[in-house]
């Protein structure tokens, strides 16, 4: 049974920082792509960061230089450290594991940026 389960969603006013973790189980974690992706209320889900099985990082042109995603292979988890958030980033944050012809979603977190 593949799992993926992010935390450390919540509300934050604008400036500030915030955590997210995404737990994964049932998957041979360090040959997969991790990724986070984010969906704003009306909008399509977009990609936000990855980091490949190597450890090369990518990011979304509107967070590079204040979010920085990194990964555990001996805990099976990606994290995603976002700082100065903006009301923009606001949205939920799916952890997504992918490993051509697998693809796997966790189920999302709010993160909610007051200005």
């Known amino acids: 049974q593949v799992q993926l389960v992010e935390f450390g969603g919540g509300l934050v006013q604008a400036g500030g920082s915030l955590r997210l973790s995404c737990a994964a189980s049932?998957?041979?974690?360090?040959?997969?792509?991790m990724s986070w992706y984010r969906q704003a209320p009306g909008k399509q889900r977009e990609l936000v960061a990855t980091?490949?099985?190597?450890?090369?990082?990518n990011y979304a042109d509107s967070v590079k230089g204040r979010f920085t995603i990194s990964k555990d292979n001996a805990k099976n988890t990606v994290y995603l450290q976002m700082n100065t958030l903006k009301p923009a980033d606001t949205g939920v944050y799916y952890c997504?594991?992918?490993?051509?012809?697998?693809?796997?979603w966790g189920q999302g977190t709010q993160v909610t940026v007051s200005s």
């Open positions: 997504n594991a992918y490993w051509f012809p697998r693809d796997y």
């Open positions: 049932g998957i041979s974690f360090s040959m997969y792509a």
């Open positions: 980091i490949t099985s190597g450890g090369s990082t």
